[in-house]
Structures are given as C-alpha cells and as structure tokens.
C-alpha cells in the first residue's frame, strides 16, 4: 500500500468516525429517561440536581453539547462516567488491554484451526475428514458467538466443569502486574503458572469469539485451496515430485490465502464486536463487559466513549487488513 | 448431511414452528404463565422425581416449561418473519436504488452503510433497545436498524451486476421508465437472493432476541420467549440445567433450520447453482 493510500483511507475515516459520533450522541439524548435522575441520593434538593445536571453539561442544548464533548474528545478527554464517577479515558485505557488479549488469541485460534481444517479437508478430500469439516463448518456459521460461549458453559463448566467460567486471574493468586496487559507481562516475565492460569480463563470465551470464523475460513480455504490444487503451478511442482503435503502448504495455500485475508478482516470486527456478548457471559473485565453495564446504568459519557473505542478498534483493523491484503496480493498495490 | 436432507430438515423444522406459533394454545398443556409456587423447580419426566404432567419440568416460579416453549415459538415466529421483512424491504430498496441510479445516491447510501458497519452490531441492537424501552416491537425495531445493511449490500452489489446485463438494455430501449425496470425487470432476478437472506435474518432475528434477554432489554415477564427462559435459566444452572438448555436446544435448531432453509432455496433458485447440481 502506498503512503498516499494510506493517509487517504485515513483521511476517509474522518467521516465514518464523526458519523458514528452525531448517531450515538443524538439517540442517547432523544432518550426519555434522565441520566442525572440515575445518581441522585433521595432527599436531593433541586438546586442540588441542578447543579448536577450543569455539572455533566446536560442543561445546554444538544448542539452545544455535542459541539463540547468533540472538542473534549479531540483533546484525548472522554469526560467523566456518570456510574463509576472515574476518568472514561482511564476506565477504557485500564480495561481495552483485556479485551485485545482476548480477541489476540480468539483470531490466532480461528486462523490457526481454520487453516488446519481447510487444508485436512483437501488433503483428505472425498474422505471421511472432509466430511467433518463439511459439518462443522456448517454448524460454526450458522451457531453465533453468543450461544456457543451459552453452551460452553453449560457443558464445560457445569456439566463437566474442568474450566473455570468467570473472571480472568483467580484473585488469590499473587501477581502484580505492571501494566494491564496482563498475558503479555507474565509471558515476558516468565511467571508461567500466570501464563497457565491466564490461558484457562481465557480460552472458553476466545473458543466462542473464534468458532464461528475458523468455520467460514475452512470453507473459504477449502474451497480455494481446491481450485489452487488444478492450477498450472501445482502440476509444475507435481512434475518435479514435490510431496503431495508440501505442494498443498507451500505451493497453493499461498495463492489461497488471499480470500481467507479479505474474510478475516471482515469478520475480525464481528469478533471484536462479540466481545460485548462474551465477555459479559463469562464475566470477563474488557470493555465490553463495560459496555453492556453502562447501557444499562445510562451512563452517557462511559456508553459514548465505548462506542467511539469499538469505531476506532474497527477502522483499525480495516486499515490493517488492506495493508495485508497488499501485501500478500501484489495485483492491488497498483494504486 | 446431503443437500436435499438438509433442506428437509430446514423445511420440517419451520413447518414445526409454524404450528407450534399458531396452535400455541390447543397444544400447550398449560398456560405459559400460570405459576404454581407448590411445584418448582419439578424435574423433567425422564428424571428421577419428574412427572408426566410437566413433560420437561417447571421453573422457578413453578411455571410449565414445554408449554413455556410452545408459546416461544409464537413469539420467536413474529419476530423472525416481521423483522427479517421490514430489515429487508428497507435495505431491498435503498440497494435497488444506489444500484440502479448511482451518483450521489450511491455515495450517499455506501457512506451510510460504511458508518452503520463501524458499530459494533451488538451494542447498537443493546443501545437502541435501552432507549426504546422493553418489548417485541423493540426487538423487531432493533433488528430492522441495524440488519437493513445486509440486505442493502448484497442487494446494491446484486442490482450492479444486472443492470448491465443485456435484458436492462432493452427494457431501456424499449423505453421503460426506470421504475418498471427496477421493479419488474430487476426485482425479479434478485428475488432468489433476497429469500436466502430473508430465511438467514429470521434466525439472526431469533438469536438477537435472546442477546436483548440476556441483558435484560428484551420483554416484560408477562410474555414468554426463549431469550428470556435462557437468562432466567442461568441464574439456576448449577441446581437445574435443562432450564437453560431447553430453551438454548430449540433456538440452535431453529437457527441450523433457517441457515438450511436458506441454502437449500439458493441452490434451487439460481439457475447457476441448478445447472451445477445436475
């Protein structure tokens, strides 16, 4: 990808990014229900809400809240939750590193299953293993992240409860992070047992996030690869006596990952979006578990700024698919 | 499974549902809301201490469970065909019209789309219910806001692609004005994929109901859908789990049906597809 691509495809998210803004500020407002009348003790006197209400900014009109919040936000200040009465830039800062740790290792699941299973079923074509993958990719698409993290729990965690469903670190156990990126730290640090723990927690809600994209990818590389394997080039490496396993890992998956890198930034967003499900199934500290509590409380500035980090999160991961897709399909860089 | 078992399966399991949904009241044994406080919590007739009056058990309220499950069916039904119709006569229209016109209309509805796809679905459907307020007609609401962009896309992409076809050409020649193109010459042709994404939405539809349960947006306590038995089975699932997974066990169904439902009718609708299989 070019440099002036980029900046364009940059630039071209301004829109989408205050779009997504003036939507959710102007049907959080039109609400009837009043946010202020949330946190008021009993026996509040008017000039107390008052001055609660002109506190939050919520007695000048729409226009001009917008107008200040914007401006608050091109200053890196989401203002302040109504709910948790904390910083909305520090709640999001100290709760976004657990949700990419977990989308992290959900999209490293997807993809790695999603390859191993697309390939076994061309190697093992009209054979029993592509048959299985014929089912589950069926059964992973049509069953969304939300059921199966239901069905997870039902059976792995209470059925047969070998893993634990809730949280993310046993909290008796000692490990005091420096920094909210807690998976990586004790990689780095080598606390294994925290690695361990960490893991265990995480990969029931990383298992749902991934299932239904390592579905749709074995589809896609399945077929892809299918139609890779009666191209010229495999009979070239055919000629030349190549391995049957070595043409299909290194001579035609190449050709079929594209469409699985077009696939994956597509649904990688519905992954990070279903964290706001899962996380709060399995009751997990990232900020879609954050989200779902500040809809539910009404908390206006907390709810504004955990769309806009989702928006932002999405933009993002477009931008970084396109740069991939370029980089692996050389017919795109043309621009 | 085979591609015709499957389609069955789909067709079996709708037809099901729609009996299910209209004779709620001759089939279910009791009233889905009848509570008795006496007999919670009952067992389903296959365990121990179960009984053949309530063939799948009571819940905590002493409410009876297959009945509750019928009268979902009603209730997953209505949802599922009004708001997969008006999703999809929103984005059908939008799509036909930056299709065929291009411009600014184009412009104007891919930007919308592009803004719409930067939120994240779940939290939209969760926002909007929160302003809206408990209810189906929320739920119907919520899925047809966010769910038009589907059809919107593939119908626009769909619309592209015919327009320059040679049969447009000559409706063209002839003298059609635009809107009889668009309806009687185009429409027509992406019918077939239009019901394959009708018959996905109703599942989508289904499992959005649920996830507005699950966070308690979804309806008042005086109507019974699977989406709310799963979230009050969850508060119990270590003492009865089958609260939980009953309801959980019919909408999986329900959505595998429609997602067969949906394949099967694109492969006998598209001419390709039909030429492939013979």
Same mark, same amino acid.
């Given at each position: 990808m070019s440099l002036a691509y980029f900046l364009r495809r940059l630039l071209l998210a301004v829109p989408t990014l205050l779009g997504v803004a003036v939507i959710v500020f102007v049907l959080l407002r039109v609400v009837p229900g009043d946010p202020i009348s949330m946190m008021i003790p009993p026996g509040a006197s008017a000039a107390d809400i008052e001055n609660l209400r002109s506190l939050y900014g919520f007695d000048k009109s729409i226009p001009q809240q917008f107008a200040l919040w914007i401006g608050d936000?091109?200053?890196?200040?989401?203002?302040?939750?109504?709910?948790? *009465?904390?910083?909305?830039? *520090?709640?999001?800062?100290?709760?976004?590193?657990?949700?990419?740790?977990?989308?992290?290792?959900a999209i490293v699941l997807a993809v790695a299953s999603g390859v191993a299973l697309g390939v076994a079923a061309v190697y093992w074509r009209r054979r029993w293993p592509e048959?299985?993958?014929?089912?589950?990719?069926?059964?992973?698409?049509?069953?969304?992240?939300?059921?199966?993290?239901?069905?997870?729990?039902?059976?792995?965690?209470?059925?047969?409860?070998?893993?634990?469903?809730?949280?993310?670190?046993d909290p008796r156990l000692e490990f005091d992070a420096a920094t909210p990126f807690y998976l990586f730290e004790a990689l780095i640090t080598g606390r294994l047992d925290i690695v361990g723990e960490l893991l265990q927690h995480l990969i029931l809600p990383a298992l749902a996030l991934a299932l239904p994209l390592a579905a749709a990818l074995a589809r896609v590389i399945k077929t892809s690869l299918a139609e890779a394997m009666n191209q010229d080039y495999v009979m070239l490496a055919r000629v030349k006596g190549y391995s049957r396993s070595r043409i299909l890992w290194r001579v035609a998956l190449r050709n079929a990952l594209i469409p699985a890198v077009t696939l994956t930034g597509v649904q990688f967003t519905f992954l990070v979006g279903g964290t706001v499900l899962i996380e709060t199934i399995f009751a997990y500290p990232g900020i879609g578990n954050l989200a779902i509590h500040a809809v539910v409380q009404r908390d206006l500035p907390l709810i504004q700024g955990l769309v806009l980090t989702f928006a932002v999160l999405f933009v993002a991961i477009n931008l970084l698919v396109d740069a991939t897709y370029s980089m692996l399909n050389p017919r795109v860089r043309v621009r | 499974m085979s591609g015709r078992l499957r389609f069955w399966f789909g067709i079996g399991v709708f037809a099901l549902l729609v009996v299910c949904a209209l004779g709620a009241p001759w089939i279910a044994p009791h009233d889905p809301l009848e509570q008795d406080l006496l007999a919670t919590f009952q067992p389903p007739a296959w365990r121990e201490g179960g009984s053949a009056d309530f063939p799948f058990g009571t819940d905590g309220l002493g409410r009876d469970i297959l009945s509750r499950l019928i009268y979902g069916a009603r209730a997953?039904?209505?949802?599922?065909?009004?708001?997969?119709?008006?999703?999809?006569?929103?984005?059908?229209?939008?799509?036909?019209?930056?299709?065929?016109?291009?411009?600014?209309?184009?412009?104007?509805?891919?930007?919308?789309?592009?803004?719409?796809?930067?939120?994240?679905?779940?939290?939209? $459907?969760?926002?909007?219910?929160?302003?809206?307020?408990?209810?189906?007609?929320?739920?119907?609401?919520?899925?047809v806001v966010?769910?038009?962009? *589907?059809f919107c896309r593939v119908v626009r992409a769909e619309t592209?692609?015919?327009?320059?076809?040679?049969?447009?050409?000559?409706?063209?020649?002839?003298?059609?004005?635009?809107?009889?193109?668009?309806? $009687?010459?185009?429409?027509?042709?992406?019918?077939?994929?239009?019901?394959?994404?009708?018959?996905?939405?109703?599942?989508?539809?289904?499992?959005?109901?649920?996830?507005?349960?699950?966070?308690?947006?979804?309806?008042?306590?005086?109507?019974?859908?699977?989406?709310?038995?799963?979230?009050?089975? *969850?508060?119990?699932?270590?003492?009865?789990?089958?609260?939980?997974?009953?309801?959980?066990?019919?909408?999986?169904?329900?959505v595998l049906a429609t997602n067969a439902l949906g394949d099967g009718l694109r492969e006998r609708t598209d001419p390709l597809a039909r030429t492939a299989r013979r």
């Open positions: 936000v091109m200053r890196g200040d989401l203002g302040v939750s109504i709910s948790q *009465r904390q910083d909305v830039m *520090r709640l999001v800062a100290s709760r976004l590193p657990a949700t990419l740790e977990l989308c992290l290792v048959a299985i993958v014929d089912g589950f990719s069926g059964v992973g698409l049509a069953i969304p992240d939300f059921l199966w993290g239901l069905l997870f729990i039902l059976i792995l965690g209470v059925l047969i409860p070998i893993l634990p469903v809730s949280g993310r670190l | 997953a039904l209505t949802v599922a065909v009004v708001a997969a119709f008006l999703a999809g006569l929103l984005g059908t229209v939008l799509g036909l019209l930056a299709g065929y016109f291009g411009g600014w209309i184009d412009a104007l509805v891919s930007r919308l789309v592009d803004i719409w796809m930067a939120f994240p679905p779940v939290l939209l $459907s969760i926002v909007l219910a929160a302003v809206l307020g408990a209810g189906l007609h929320t739920v119907v609401i919520a899925i966010i769910d038009w962009t *589907r592209l692609v015919q327009r320059n076809q040679d049969y447009v050409v000559s409706a063209m020649t002839i003298g059609l004005r635009p809107g009889a193109i668009v309806v $009687s010459e185009i429409l027509p042709n992406v019918m077939p994929l239009l019901l394959t994404l009708f018959s996905l939405e109703m599942g989508i539809a289904i499992v959005v109901e649920a996830v507005l349960s699950f966070a308690g947006l979804s309806v008042a306590n005086d109507t019974a859908t699977w989406g709310s038995m799963i979230q009050d089975g *969850r508060q119990f699932v270590n003492q009865a789990w089958w609260l939980m997974a009953l309801p959980m066990g019919c909408i999986i169904v329900t």
